[in-house]
């Protein structure tokens, strides 16, 4: 799959998930909201990236695929850490259910692709998924998290997923 067909896939199911009626508008989720869908979006990568090592023999998607899980896996402990010291608990909504079922369809395709199939998937999606999560970061979340602490760490974040996002697009170019 081309990656200009894969970005528009994920970004088509991005907006169908935002365009829907106002409710469902995810610059109107409230902090606690948007933290359950940066969190579930963090551990959809981990579970890609588990894919990825346990499907790929290439070294390149290896080391990302681990970068991905040490990099979300430490913003999800902050970011549970940060809920704790809140006595908060993140609250499910239509967008985190939307990225969880859209996930599920994807990991059951890739899990049927093998060799360089595979890799060339794997890393279109996750320049894709990248560049969709932080658009809608940068885009509807962070202009709208009324906590500080919470603001603080979406910046941060926002700052790895984008170098994120770089890697991916140059194992995208490697891969081709």
Do not use: C, W
Not at 41 to 58: E, P, Q, V
Not at 80 to 101: E, M, R, V, Y
């Amino acid at each position: 799959m081309k990656i200009r067909t894969l970005i528009a896939t994920v970004g088509i199911a991005l907006i169908t998930v935002m365009g829907g009626a106002q409710a469902n508008d995810p610059a109107k989720l409230n902090d606690l909201q948007i933290a359950h869908v940066a969190y579930t979006a963090d551990n959809i990568d981990i579970r890609y990236a588990h894919l990825a090592l346990a499907l790929s023999t290439n070294p390149k998607i290896h080391e990302f695929a681990r970068t991905m899980i040490r990099d979300h896996e430490a913003v999800n402990t902050q970011a549970l850490a940060l809920l704790k010291k809140l006595k908060a608990a993140p609250q499910d909504n239509f967008l985190s259910k939307q990225l969880t079922a859209n996930s599920l369809k994807l990991i059951d395709k890739m899990s049927k692709l093998r060799g360089n199939a595979f890799d060339k998937f794997y890393a279109s999606n996750e320049l894709a998924y990248h560049k969709a999560v932080n658009g809608l970061v940068a885009n509807a979340f962070i202009p709208n998290i009324e906590n500080a602490e919470v603001k603080a760490l979406f910046k941060t974040g926002l700052k790895i997923f984008k170098a994120h996002e770089k890697h991916a697009e140059m194992m995208v170019k490697g891969l081709k």
